[in-house]
């Protein structure tokens, strides 16, 4: 069993920044892909951005927040995190982290996939205002 604690969310105004972790806990965090997803009131759950276990970190963006929005992992800390520049107010939602057991081969298809993930956070709210 995995669990996932995100934390770093707030309110910022537009143009401003944040960083969301995620701390794994439990069984082998360092073997595993994990993801970032969004969901904002009233709307369905939305892929951010994933990053796969592998020592060359393959990743992969939203378009929404490509550019603007950067992965990363510390297998060391068994955390990762997720960096948010140029905030725009339609970036307000809840944050999650999610953790993929199992991962094999990783690309975009399987990395936006919500069905790919085993594991989930509770989320993080991230408001930012106009």
């Known amino acids: 069993q995995v669990q996932l604690v995100e934390s770093g969310g707030g309110l910022v105004q537009a143009g401003g920044s944040l960083r969301l972790s995620c701390a794994a806990s439990g069984r082998t965090f360092s073997n595993r892909a994990m993801g970032w997803f969004r969901q904002a009131p009233g709307k369905e759950r939305e892929f951010v951005a994933g990053i796969n276990w592998d020592g060359g970190s393959t990743y992969y963006y939203a378009d929404s927040v490509k550019g603007r929005f950067t992965i990363s992992r510390d297998n060391a800390k068994n955390t990762v995190y997720l960096q948010m520049n140029s905030l725009k107010p339609e970036d307000t939602a809840v944050y999650y982290c999610?953790?993929?057991?199992?991962?094999?081969?990783?690309?975009?298809?399987?990395?936006?996939?919500?069905?790919?993930?085993?594991?989930w956070g509770q989320g993080t709210q991230v408001t930012v205002s106009s």
């Open positions: 999610a953790a993929v057991e199992s991962p094999g081969s990783w690309y975009y298809a399987k990395a936006r996939n919500l069905r790919t993930y085993d594991y």
